[in-house]
């Protein structure tokens, strides 16, 4: 029986060493579809998931993560890609689904101006937010929404930094999903840190605009696999009501 969403939570740890008891590969990738439904900075989704069973790329991905533990024991190993790159793909995308989903007749006028806005902010908006040339029209863009910003206020994140950033958390959103997921059915998991990111890309065959977000080693915990009962600072020191 899959536990609670609470209780996966409670039972989720970083395992650092894992059994030689096999995982169902099928089971991996239904969690991976959990990690695609995370939430998403503007729907764009600008993330990949990597599921590597075969056992020459996982050896090899353990030498890029340094051999710790995590990684050479692991069964299987969930590579989150981050792919700023694809917001035009991914725009188009969102454009065609609404014109799809408001493709039907009379629409009242409510949702005609709902499909407008929708599609301008697609059209319009992400261009002007995402396009950039070296870093340097971001940049611009940065100092004048600063400029407007001294007036009203606005979105400021527009440098190419910024936008990474973006697509970052978005990935980070997913592989929570998916370790969250991954403790509902009792398999465990452990987010890698450590790792030489430019030979996993070359691993994988990853494109230049690919970025490594989380190497996630998988695999059932050994007594061992769990360094330590877990720590947490004092919940009212990070908790603010306002």
């Known amino acids: 029986m899959e536990k609670t969403v609470s209780e996966a939570i409670q039972y989720r740890r970083s395992t650092r060493v894992y059994t030689e008891e096999p995982i ?13 439904l995370a939430p998403t900075s503007s729907n764009l989704q600008l993330w990949e998931f990597y599921h590597v069973t075969d056992k020459d790329t996982m050896s090899q991905l353990a030498k890029a993560c340094f051999n710790q533990n ?11 890609v981050a792919r700023k ?3 035009r793909k991914r725009a188009k995308a969102n454009i065609e689904f609404l014109n799809k989903a408001f493709d039907k007749p009379n629409l009242s006028e409510r949702l005609l101006k ?10 319009k908006v992400i261009p002007t937010i995402y396009f950039d040339v070296f870093g340097i029209l971001g940049f611009l863009k940065y100092l ?11 979105y400021r994140q527009t440098r190419l930094s910024d936008m990474r950033i973006v697509a970052h958390k978005s990935a980070g959103l997913a ?20 790792s030489d990111t430019l ?13 490594i977000n989380m190497i996630i080693g998988c695999g059932k915990r050994d007594e ?5 009962p877990r720590f947490r600072v004092p919940f009212k020191d990070v908790y603010f009501k306002v």
């Open 199 to 211: 030979r996993v890309k070359r691993i994988l065959n990853l494109p230049r605009g690919a970025e």
């Open 175 to 194: 592989a929570q999903n998916f370790m969250i997921s991954m403790a509902a059915v009792d398999y465990d998991t452990c987010p890698m840190e450590g």
């Open 224 to 228: 061992s696999g769990i360094y330590g």
């Open 144 to 154: 004048a929404f600063q400029l407007v910003g001294l007036f009203r206020p606005i």
């Open 24 to 36: 169902d590969s099928e089971k991996v990738k239904e969690c991976l579809v959990n990690a695609s």
């Open 85 to 87: 790159d694809l917001w």
């Open 114 to 123: 709902r499909k407008k806005q929708a599609t301008d902010y697609y059209n």
């Open 70 to 80: 995590a990684a050479k024991t692991a069964q299987q190993i969930v590579v989150v």
